[in-house]
């Protein structure tokens, strides 16, 4: 009977979709053979249809059009503008998608491959007379907007942007269908040096690139808003959206962006009456997701930021410029928010190199004038130093964040809860109950970041507090809940629930639902937070005063046990659980401790998942439909089992959605859209900038870095996203659940939300990673390199200050106390000398640490590098301490 019903139902839907076909899809399409593309077109809106690569795949969502051919949606080859005469105010709109009717085809020859005059789809008196026309240029594809002034005063262009569609559309497939037929596709709004970047979910197809056709920036990048009630299901968890290339954009500068700072400077152009100018895309296949910057290079001129485009202020960057010609003029907004100089570090020609020094705070605009005219715009983001800003977090969380009415009924005092910056209020209300109630990642985040905060850095007095948290609330309340918080009027009468709150609706848990222990993404923040406070105890004994690391880390243990225990149901246990990078660092203490029936324990446990893992081509289920939070402990286990392939199709997945690109926003910013939904206070469907997946897939591309030296590509992905969470710190210490990217709103969140996650990630990944670039040179991901003759001097800047890998020798440093300050290397003996704290610089609320264990390990072998024996004496600069190595570890004594 029910698949009766659906059946009807759908043949409902597929009747009214073909009766509003505005599209033309009944009347055919239009077919053409390129070099690398074969390309079909409605035949009667000339719209992209297919783009179909040499090797089949398609680019376009051919299977959902039918779906999608109404009025208002959007698809490749519509554009939209805003224009007025010269000497009026008000703007007139012209949108080839809202109300369409076949538009004017055109003859073609020579490279013509179809034209059209847009003119029928476009609203009478919209002053501008555009003609599109789809051209092979020299082998390759490009799309043309004639735009022609036909009246008799002169017209400013406002706004004029190019929309975009690629198959994003998750509704209705498998996991399977998703990773083989999908894209995701991400800017680097960088004006005439801009680009689109489409890159297939299986991460090893070529990419498609979109570029600029002469003068045709990329100033804005648009969400283009369509109706959201039918399949499939537009701006939804399974199908993000649309967006559009924004070639001026004031005239939304003036209007809906009016309370942002966009991150270009916006523009408009005059046409004089009878003047034409042309904009135009181009679309160029790369042969894989590494090299898109080399196909770009081949158009126009290409950024190479190191380490990427957030800076603490104690770390120098560098731009390197591959193009061919001279800079004519370099200019920073705000102004003196960075200053630069030019360096001869590149070691080839072509390459022009740039030292940014950083001096404010927020964000800044690079801006770069070639000799021809044409402008490069790279986004910076500037922090505290790197160390100053942890130790800012911490004191927020712990005192504007701290939780102390003790006569709580849901007994969440004492503790750190979410907080909302935009009226600096602690949040203990919200219909989503986990955000005020402790649990899931909306509201464990802001607990989740303050112990692990102290694995990084441990502050006395943030520590007490936190053993309250964890030895009362923690383990006394919260334990492996949902949360604690729920609605129940019945069961707590006497609790104010705010009256101008929709309690409705289903995520209103009542106290059953909230109270329940089955969500196993829980377990790993309660994990997270014992696992923290052991090394606290193990390293800073002196801090710690109810129980000592053995109590800790055996309340980690039993977290874990009960997580994978059969007999517990804990639901998602087989899936990669965000942050259990953890679990990994946890069995490693175990066995060092000597505790072998619980490290034992935990390896059959985490066997038993990568088993299932490995039955699975994508490994990488959630709670949701697509999700980019199993990757993690599916690369860390599949690693740790010697399954290379997993591991592998692991990083091949995150490359996909975590892009390289020279502007801050973007740069290692893992694919997350939903999130706000759940976490934020402004809930919407968005791409969200920095939220908890950039500083969690971080860690498998790094590591795998780690095990491959001259990827490059991985080191600069990991790179961008394990600085993501830096960014979302505010001056006050304040930390935001990620970054709104839709050009009206341009902000950090109010709410902390699921923060916490994108912590634990940073504090897990960071490090310094010092590498001899073939084309760069000696250079310092986390440090500044101050010398490279007759040795590498390198300066600890990174914000964790603990681990050192220093590439040429696939040697990694490591300490579990403390913090490393400088790095000597020679080369040509492999003689390193470090110089270690007991106390990072710049974090002034720090405690010293008594000793530390100075660990090294050569995890890669890399050709004609100096082996590390377990005898090999490290001189240690802390008061000219020498470490005997036994089997690569020391221990430092400081004061």
Not at 125 to 143: A, F, K, P
Not at 455 to 479: D, H, M, R
Not at 752 to 764: A, K, Q, R, V
Request: net charge negative; with cysteine; hydrophobic share 40%.
């Amino acid at each position: 009977m029910l698949s009766t019903l659906a059946c009807w139902l759908l043949l409902l839907v597929e009747t009214a979709v073909a009766l509003t076909d505005t599209l033309g899809l009944k009347d055919g399409f239009l077919s053409f053979n390129t070099p690398t593309f074969a390309v079909q077109l409605v035949k009667d809106s000339q719209t992209l249809y297919s783009l179909n690569t040499t090797a089949g795949f398609n680019f376009i969502p051919t299977d959902q059009m039918t779906f999608r051919a109404a009025n208002g949606n959007y698809h490749l080859g519509d554009i939209t503008f805003r224009a007025r005469t010269v000497g009026s105010t008000a703007w007139i709109s012209g949108d080839t998608s809202q109300a369409r009717a076949k538009v004017t085809a055109l003859p073609v020859s020579g490279t013509t491959l179809a034209a059209a005059n847009l003119a029928p789809t476009l609203p009478k008196g919209s002053l501008l007379n555009i003609t599109r026309r789809w051209v092979v240029e020299d082998n390759v594809l490009q799309l043309l907007f004639d735009v022609t002034n036909s009246q008799t005063k002169a017209v400013e262009i406002g706004s004029l942007g190019a929309d975009l569609e690629f198959n994003n559309i998750f509704t209705g497939r498998t996991a399977t269908q998703v990773n083989n037929l999908c894209s995701l596709f991400d800017p680097y709004i960088g004006q005439d040096a801009g680009y689109v970047q489409v890159t297939p979910l299986l991460g090893t197809l070529p990419p498609l690139v979109v570029l600029p056709v002469g003068s045709s920036p990329l100033e804005g990048w648009r969400f283009l808003p369509e109706a959201t009630s039918l399949t499939p299901f537009y701006q939804s968890q399974t199908f993000e959206g649309l967006y559009e290339w924004d070639f001026h954009t004031l005239a939304y500068a003036q209007n809906e962006w009016a309370a942002t700072t966009p991150w270009n400077a916006p523009t408009s152009f005059v046409l004089q009456p009878g003047q034409t100018r042309t904009y135009g895309l181009q679309f160029l296949l790369a042969p894989s997701i590494r090299d898109i910057e080399a196909t770009v290079a081949t158009v126009q001129p290409v950024a190479v930021t190191i380490p990427g485009t957030i800076l603490p202020s104690d770390q120098t960057g560098k731009v390197f410029l591959n193009t061919n010609l001279t800079v004519a003029n370099i200019t920073v907004s705000p102004a003196s928010a960075l200053t630069w100089t030019t360096n001869t570090d590149a070691k080839t020609g072509g390459w022009l190199g740039l030292t940014i020094t950083p001096k404010t705070w927020g964000r800044s605009r690079l801006s770069i004038t070639y000799s021809n005219g044409k402008v490069q715009t790279i986004n910076y983001f500037v922090t505290n130093g790197a160390t100053a800003t942890i130790d800012s977090l911490g004191n927020f969380l712990t005192t504007s964040q701290w939780y102390t009415n003790t006569s709580d009924p849901f007994n969440r005092a004492p503790s750190v809860i979410s907080y909302d910056r935009s009226v600096n209020e602690v949040v203990t209300n919200d219909p989503r109950v986990w955000i005020g109630g402790l649990g899931d990642e909306g509201g464990s985040g802001s607990w989740l970041a303050a112990t692990m905060k102290q694995f990084v850095q441990p502050n006395a007095a943030e520590v007490a507090k936190l053993e309250q948290f964890v030895n009362q609330t923690l383990w006394g309340t919260i334990q492996n809940r949902n949360n604690v918080f729920f609605y129940q009027p019945s069961t707590v009468p006497n609790y104010d629930y705010p009256s101008n709150e929709d309690w409705t609706v289903w995520w209103s848990w009542d106290q059953a639902s909230a109270w329940a222990t089955g969500r196993g993404y829980d377990y790993i923040h309660v994990t997270a937070a014992y696992w923290a406070m052991y090394r606290v105890a193990r390293n800073y004994p002196s801090l710690v005063s109810t129980h000592n690391w053995q109590w800790y880390i055996n309340q980690a243990v039993l977290t874990v046990s009960t997580l994978t225990n059969p007999a517990d149901r804990v639901g998602f246990v087989d899936d990669g659980l965000m942050g259990e990078t953890v679990l990994r660092f946890l069995l490693d203490d175990l066995q060092r401790e000597g505790l072998t029936a619980n490290a034992t324990l935990v390896e059959s446990r985490m066997k038993s998942r990568w088993q299932v893992w490995t039955t699975e081509r994508f490994p990488f289920g959630s709670e949701m439909a697509w999700d980019s939070t199993g990757q993690e402990g599916v690369y860390i286990w599949s690693t740790f089992f010697n399954d290379t392939t997993t591991a592998l199709n692991a990083v091949n997945s995150i490359i996909a959605y975590q892009p390289v690109v020279a502007h801050w926003g973007y740069n290692g910013n893992a694919r997350r859209y939903w999130d706000n939904i759940y976490a934020g206070k402004l809930m919407r469907y968005e791409r969200q900038i920095h939220h908890y997946g950039s500083g969690l897939n971080a860690i498998p591309l790094l590591g795998s870095f780690v095990s491959d030296p001259t990827d490059y590509y991985l080191l600069r992905a990991g790179f961008g996203g394990i600085s993501g969470p830096l960014s979302n710190i505010d001056q006050g210490g304040f930390a935001a659940a990620s970054f709104h990217s839709f050009a009206q709103t341009m902000a950090w969140d109010a709410y902390s939300g699921d923060y916490g996650p994108n912590f634990s990630g940073h504090s897990m990944g960071m490090g310094t990673f010092i590498i001899n670039h073939p084309t760069f040179g000696w250079q310092a991901f986390g440090g500044n390199v101050i010398s490279t003759s007759p040795t590498v001097q390198v300066q600890i800047r990174d914000s964790v200050r603990r681990r050192i890998f220093i590439a040429p020798l696939g040697a990694q440093l490591s300490l579990d106390a403390g913090a490393f300050s400088a790095l000597t290397f020679n080369p040509t003996t492999g003689t390193v000398v470090v110089t270690i704290l007991a106390v990072a610089d710049g974090a002034t609320g720090a405690a010293s640490a008594p000793q530390g264990r100075l660990v090294v390990s050569q995890p890669t072998v890399v050709s004609g590098a100096h082996l590390l024996k377990p005898t090999t004496s490290l001189t240690v600069d802390a008061g000219a301490f020498v470490v005997p190595f036994t089997n690569g570890v020391g221990t430092v004594t400081l004061s």
